[in-house]
């Protein structure tokens, strides 16, 4: 299993800022995931980060909006950049790591709860 | 990896059996069917996956067709900590990502 812990929990930004998300896990993986869900919806995939690469990003998730870092096998950020209002939401981290048994399961972390004003 | 198709809401009784049922019409041979739930403010939480046989763990049953176009996800005894949004997902194991639909609103009464 994993244990995932994200900072901070929660955080009040005014636009044009930017926030910088910390995702910890308490064993190695190879692959990390970071999702956003926004007020009401279901989670959407940002991208995929991968150590001692660049990040993979999906179909409307850009860099330059939300750069990624991925220094090591049990740690990665998420940046959101010259925040608005419509960036309000929880992000949430998560990796792909063995489970109980022989299969491997998606773990995720507490989320960040983000609200631009 | 193929869509899949959930009911909005669903209430349950408590200590009743909660039947959760998903639709995957145009899933391929090499695809499992996964399910997730997401407690109000927390995050995803995995329960249960299968590829065509019935499967049973500590948390749920899963049930998939013989043609593998639907499944139902079964909590014997449903309690008001299931309260959850319950999401069905088909991907290729071993294929990382997670594509998360809408999911079902599971309200557990008392």
């Known amino acids: 299993s994993a244990v995932i812990s994200q900072k901070p929990s929660r955080d009040i930004c005014q636009r044009g800022t930017s926030l910088t998300i910390q995702c910890q896990v308490d064993s190695q993986v190879t692959m990390m995931f970071w999702y956003r869900q926004q007020p009401g919806q279901s989670l959407t995939l940002i991208a995929t980060?991968?150590?001692?690469?660049?990040?993979?990003?999906e179909s409307g998730f850009v860099i330059d909006k939300f750069p990624i870092s991925r220094p090591n096998l049990t740690f990665s950020t998420l940046t959101v950049s010259n925040m608005s209002p419509e960036d309000s939401s929880i992000y949430l981290c998560?990796?792909?790591?063995?489970?109980?048994?022989?299969?491997?399961?998606?773990?995720f972390g507490p989320g960040t709860r983000l609200t631009v004003l | 990896d193929a869509k899949t198709t959930q009911p909005p809401s669903m209430d349950c009784a408590e200590g009743r059996a909660a039947n959760l049922p998903c639709n995957h019409s145009?899933?391929?041979?090499?695809?499992?069917v996964y399910w997730y739930r997401q407690i109000h403010s927390q995050g995803p939480q995995y329960i249960i996956h299968g590829l065509k046989n019935n499967e049973t763990n500590e948390m749920a049953s899963l049930i998939i067709t013989e043609d593998r176009k639907s499944s139902t996800l079964i909590l014997p005894h449903a309690t008001l900590r299931d309260t959850a949004v319950y999401y069905c997902?088909?991907?290729?194991?071993?294929?990382?990502?997670?594509?998360f639909g809408a999911g079902t609103r599971l309200a557990v009464h008392p």
């Open positions: 980060a991968n150590q001692g690469s660049e990040a993979t990003y």
């Open positions: 998560s990796v792909d790591a063995l489970a109980s048994g022989f299969y491997n399961e998606q773990f």
């Open positions: 997902i088909v991907r290729v194991r071993g294929y990382n990502k997670l594509i």
């Open positions: 145009t899933i391929s041979g090499n695809e499992y």
